[in-house]
């Protein structure tokens, strides 16, 4: 078994986290999922609980060993979320459905308020990657511990774009009016 944890501060308040949790998608760095369906969403007490099931390209370029066990094209991924408003908790534990046969990939995420800033995003990651394949099981879990620990960083970096896209629209406006501007004030002076 493989285990990776991960902490990192999202400059996003938790409320605003949360309002984007289930709309991550599509992103620039995530071009790989193609869709995404909730299958349940029930409310218990303070928590919100849904279940999503995510279809994604695995495009993985496996070592030749495992070339035969590894499916190509679109796989499902099992997405269950509880969001807790009163906690202000978010999490989620996300699980491949495909290739179970050879490994398989779990992911708990904690998004919480950050304690060095309130308005700060705490996010707590771990994985863990199991195989149980007789003699290939360590060398395929070093595959999809690398592939994972890759997919980590683009995650975050397509959450965050997300984020930067629903809250911060006026920075961005007055970037795109000043460079217009700056454009068009030296076109209309040589007229």
């Known amino acids: 078994m493989k285990y990776y944890n ?39 007490g303070p928590i919100l609980k849904t279940v999503r099931l995510l279809t994604k390209n695995t495009a ?45 990939v779990v992911e708990r995420c904690e998004f919480t308020l950050s304690k060095d800033n309130k308005n700060k995003t705490l996010v707590k990651r771990e ?16 595959f999809f511990f690398d592939r994972y620990k890759s997919q980590v960083k683009k995650s975050l970096k397509g959450l965050e774009y997300i984020l930067n896209k629903m809250y911060v629209p006026e920075k961005i406006l007055s970037m795109d009016l000043s460079h217009s501007l700056s454009r068009t004030v030296p076109l209309a002076h040589r007229i």
């Not at 190509?72 to 491949?96: L, Q």
Request: charged share 20%; aromatic share 12%; net charge positive.
């Open 6 to 44: 991960n902490t990192n501060n999202i400059n996003f308040k938790w409320e605003q986290v949360s309002k984007v949790i289930f709309l991550r998608y599509p992103n620039p760095w995530s071009k790989h999922v193609y869709s995404e369906d909730t299958i349940s969403r029930t409310v218990e």
């Open 127 to 142: 994985a863990w990657v199991i195989s149980n394949v007789y003699g290939l099981s360590k060398a395929i879990e070093m």
């Open 60 to 104: 993985v370029k496996a070592p030749q060993f495992m070339g035969r066990f590894v499916p190509t094209g679109p796989v499902c991924i099992v997405e269950e979320s509880h969001i807790d408003a009163m906690k202000k908790t978010i999490i989620t534990y996300t699980r491949n459905t495909a290739f179970n046969h050879i490994a398989n």
